[in-house]
């Protein structure tokens, strides 16, 4: 019944698009320190549902992270893992089940099954960038193909990962798709340089992994116009008790080294950082 309460709310009462969203291009939304909810923060039972990200909102974030499968149908769903198992009440691989049979397969201590990648931009409605990771080669025409829908460009972009097929995937189905790469390993600094050589406006952000978080490369992003993100785990420590011995989120220290984009599991605290950094900002 909440749910239900929920989805009526967000699908009947928010405006539509034209007449309550961020309409501006999403290099303009794209400014100044965001936080991006990772998985709309983690770990929590609803961790990539809807009503995850509505809290992440509403604590401040920019953006919400989330991650794509798909059905054996074809539909793309919010969720993280190739198998249904331990995150569900049912097992086996998400791409071995209908879509009508991944909704009936409870997230472990919720009452509804994975929520489909459609719901999230039905509530987000422009007013909240997705970041939404492509987890295999069969997600990506059908998570093209509702961005299309909904005329979601600016406000949605696809993680591609390493290397070039996934890229390469989304470009030949849709040239006006943002993304962000993340080049990384043996052969990371090749394909960082390949990547800002092509002078494609819609690589949006470059991921940083660990073995590629140097100022030089922080520099090269930047002066192509591009925005750096990373997981702010990668840099310290993050919790959410009051308790444990290290700082509540790494945001403070990730924006302090020049990155846009702080990737967190929690959002309040990292906003509130975000915030705090703001207002010093100010008072300079």
């Given amino acids: ?50 009503e995850r990200f509505e809290v992440a909102r509403l604590e401040g974030a920019d953006i919400v992270e989330t991650d794509l499968q798909v059905s054996r149908d074809g539909v793309p769903f919010l969720f993280h893992d190739a198998s249904l198992d331990p995150q569900t009440v049912c097992k086996g691989p998400v791409a071995a089940h209908t879509a009508s049979e991944i ?43 509702l961005v299309e829908r909904y005329g979601a460009w600016e406000w949605v972009y696809f993680q591609v990962r ?53 100022d030089a490369n922080l520099a090269k992003i930047h002066a192509s116009g591009k925005l750096a993100s990373i997981d702010a785990w990668y840099v310290a420590r993050e919790r959410e008790l009051p308790l444990w011995p290290f700082p509540p989120s790494a945001c403070a220290q990730v924006f302090r080294r020049g990155i846009d984009i702080a990737v967190t599991d929690v959002p309040r605290a990292c906003a509130e950082q975000r915030d705090a950094l703001a207002g010093e900002a100010g008072t300079r």
């Fill in 1 to 50: 019944m909440k749910r239900a309460v929920l989805a009526c709310l967000w699908l009947c009462l928010w405006p539509p698009l034209h007449a309550g969203a961020d309409e501006r291009p999403l290099r303009e939304r794209l400014r100044g320190f965001l936080v991006a909810a990772h998985r709309g923060g983690h770990p929590f039972p609803d961790s990539n549902t809807v």
């Fill in 103 to 145: 909704e009936r397969c409870n997230l472990v201590g919720l009452a509804h099954g994975p929520e489909r990648f459609e719901a999230a931009l039905q509530w987000s409605q422009g007013r909240v960038v997705i970041d939404a990771e492509l987890k295999s080669a069969e997600v990506v025409r059908p998570a093209v193909e």
């Fill in 162 to 214: 390493n290397g070039w097929e996934r890229y390469t995937e989304v470009r030949v189905l849709d040239d006006r798709i943002a993304v962000e790469a993340g080049p990384r390993g043996r052969n990371g600094e090749r394909q960082l340089d390949r990547l800002l050589a092509m002078n494609d406006p819609r690589v949006a952000i470059i991921q940083l992994h660990p073995d590629m978080l140097t």
